[in-house]
């Protein structure tokens, strides 16, 4: 008997020692894996992200060429050697005897008729044009099928027809006039920044004596102004009007005061070269006249 109870303590024990055990080291799973270490698994996951959107720049900064520029066409390229063209032929060009009358140049009579009866034809990245140019209105006439050509094409035409002509007071070379305008842009406004500075330093200057006479001991039944208002207001005027200034400034555009004028006249089909004598109409003949002409016969 007492081997039956040590034999069943030891089995209660047995049991005790599998239910501990068991109590202890439960099951582990995935999901308690997840539950206990998710602060982890967010910083992985936020890690893994940040590679490889840093490894995806690199790759497309290797693989893809990056240009801040666009890439020009050869159509604008075309377009715009053309616009460039004749600038230093024009520039070489001796400056001619210029004679100034109420305004305008004085030709003499052979320089109109030579430049009357001149003209260039060529061919614009905007079509076929026929320029010629008018002496009286000292403009330039043009032929052409597109009436859109830009003002930049017309130029490069006109400076053209005064090399072909070697007149080169009749074109206004709009670099050098650009040249001008752009110096005479800074001029005024160097001369605005200066007088805005002036303004300011008045300005500081008549604040800071009036706080040193609102320092100075006053009657004691004097009425104490309120120099501080005064002086604020004052700034904020001053500030106001530079910035007015400032965006004026940056608006400011650069204009050149000369420049060539051009008239479209028609089309290519409507231009009557000068230079090709007029055939006079046939003249008509009367039926008397026709009779005359038989009895003289005759």
Same mark, same amino acid.
């Given at each position: 008997?007492?081997?039956? !109870? &040590?034999?069943?303590? =030891?089995?209660?024990?047995?049991?005790?020692?599998?239910?501990?055990?068991?109590?202890?080291?439960?099951?582990? !799973?995935?999901? *308690?894996?997840?539950?206990?270490?998710?602060?982890?698994?967010?910083?992985?996951?936020?890690?893994?992200?940040?590679?490889?959107?840093?490894?995806?720049?690199?790759?497309?900064?290797?693989?893809?060429?990056?240009?801040?520029?666009?890439?020009?066409?050869?159509?604008?390229?075309?377009?715009?050697?053309? @616009?460039?063209?004749?600038?230093?032929?024009?520039?070489?060009?001796?400056?001619?005897?210029?004679?100034?009358?109420?305004?305008?140049? =004085?030709?003499?009579?052979?320089?109109?008729?030579?430049?009357?009866?001149?003209?260039?034809? =060529?061919?614009?990245?905007?079509?076929?044009?026929?320029?010629?140019?008018?002496? *009286? *209105?000292?403009?330039?006439?043009?032929? !052409?099928?597109?009436?859109?050509?830009?003002?930049?094409?017309? *130029?490069?035409?006109? +400076?053209?027809?005064?090399?072909?002509?070697?007149?080169?007071?009749?074109?206004? &070379?709009?670099?050098?006039?650009?040249?001008?305008?752009?110096?005479?842009?800074? #001029? @005024?406004?160097? #001369?605005?920044?200066?007088?805005?500075?002036?303004?300011?330093?008045?300005?500081?200057?008549?604040?800071? @004596?009036?706080?040193?006479?609102?320092?100075?001991?006053?009657?004691?039944?004097?009425?104490?102004?309120?120099?501080?208002?005064?002086? @604020?207001?004052?700034?904020?005027?001053?500030?106001?009007?530079? +910035?007015?200034?400032?965006?004026? +400034?940056?608006?400011?555009?650069?204009?050149?005061?000369?420049?060539?004028?051009? !008239?479209?006249?028609?089309?290519?089909?409507?231009?009557?070269?000068?230079?090709?004598?007029?055939?006079?109409?046939?003249?008509?003949?009367?039926?008397?006249?026709?009779?005359?002409?038989?009895?003289?016969?005759?």
């Amino acid at each position: 008997m007492d081997m039956d !109870t &040590n034999t069943n303590m =030891d089995m209660d024990t047995n049991m005790d020692m599998d239910a501990n055990a068991d109590t202890v080291n439960p099951q582990y !799973t995935l999901s *308690d894996f997840f539950t206990e270490n998710h602060y982890g698994l967010m910083g992985l996951l936020l890690a893994t992200v940040l590679i490889g959107v840093s490894t995806g720049y690199v790759l497309l900064d290797l693989l893809i060429p990056f240009s801040t520029k666009p890439k020009e066409t050869d159509e604008a390229k075309r377009i715009r050697e053309y @616009e460039a063209g004749y600038l230093d032929e024009l520039g070489a060009l001796e400056d001619d005897d210029v004679r100034v009358n109420d305004g305008k140049c =004085d030709f003499s009579q052979p320089e109109k008729e030579r430049l009357s009866k001149g003209k260039v034809e =060529d061919e614009t990245p905007f079509g076929p044009i026929i320029m010629t140019y008018c002496v *009286d *209105d000292e403009t330039y006439w043009y032929h !052409t099928d597109n009436k859109s050509i830009p003002y930049k094409t017309l *130029d490069a035409v006109a +400076r053209q027809f005064a090399v072909k002509y070697s007149c080169k007071r009749i074109c206004v &070379n709009y670099k050098e006039e650009w040249e001008k305008a752009k110096a005479l842009a800074i #001029a @005024e406004q160097e #001369a605005a920044e200066s007088a805005a500075a002036a303004v300011a330093a008045a300005a500081k200057g008549d604040a800071s @004596e009036e706080l040193q006479d609102e320092a100075k001991p006053r009657d004691v039944f004097v009425k104490f102004k309120k120099y501080n208002k005064t002086v @604020e207001k004052d700034a904020q005027e001053t500030k106001q009007k530079t +910035r007015k200034d400032s965006i004026k +400034r940056r608006r400011y555009r650069i204009s050149a005061e000369r420049s060539n004028r051009f !008239t479209h006249k028609g089309r290519i089909a409507d231009y009557v070269d000068p230079t090709i004598p007029k055939s006079e109409p046939a003249k008509s003949l009367s039926f008397a006249d026709f009779k005359t002409k038989q009895v003289d016969a005759g």
